[in-house]
């Protein structure tokens, strides 16, 4: 089994910047693709960023130039820098980690989220 524990939202100015964290524990073999979602009430859950394996990253286009994925192989962990925070960034940001670990009878795939935190841009 894999749990997720993030980290690092809050409130913050419009122009701030908040880091969002999310690591990983659990007999993980291997972590494929890491991502951050957003959500907000009454709306389906977005893509905001992704980043594989080999580090290629992937952004909504309403965050490139400002928000920056980035992974740490060695904690299972992975990170979102966010800069010049708008108001309309407010969500419920959700990790998403994608892989193998091992479970009982042998190697088993994972896509797991983690429980959500909030972050909230003020005008």
């Known amino acids: 089994q894999v749990q997720l524990v993030e980290s690092g939202g809050g409130l913050v100015q419009a122009g701030g910047s908040l880091k969002l964290s999310c690591a990983a524990s659990?007999?993980?073999?291997?972590?494929?693709?890491m991502g951050w979602y957003r959500q907000v009430p009454g709306k389906q859950r977005d893509l905001v960023a992704t980043i594989t394996s080999g580090g290629s990253t992937n952004y909504a286009d309403s965050v490139k130039g400002r928000f920056t994925v980035s992974r740490d192989n060695a904690k299972n962990t992975v990170y979102l820098q966010m800069n010049s925070l708008k108001p309309e960034d407010t969500a419920v940001y959700y990790c998403?980690?994608?892989?193998?670990?091992?479970?009982?009878?042998?190697?088993?795939?994972?896509?797991?989220w983690g429980q959500g935190t909030q972050v909230t841009v003020s005008s």
């Open positions: 998403n980690l994608a892989g193998s670990y091992y479970g009982v009878g042998g190697r088993r795939n994972f896509n797991s």
């Open positions: 659990g007999t993980i073999f291997s972590i494929n693709s």
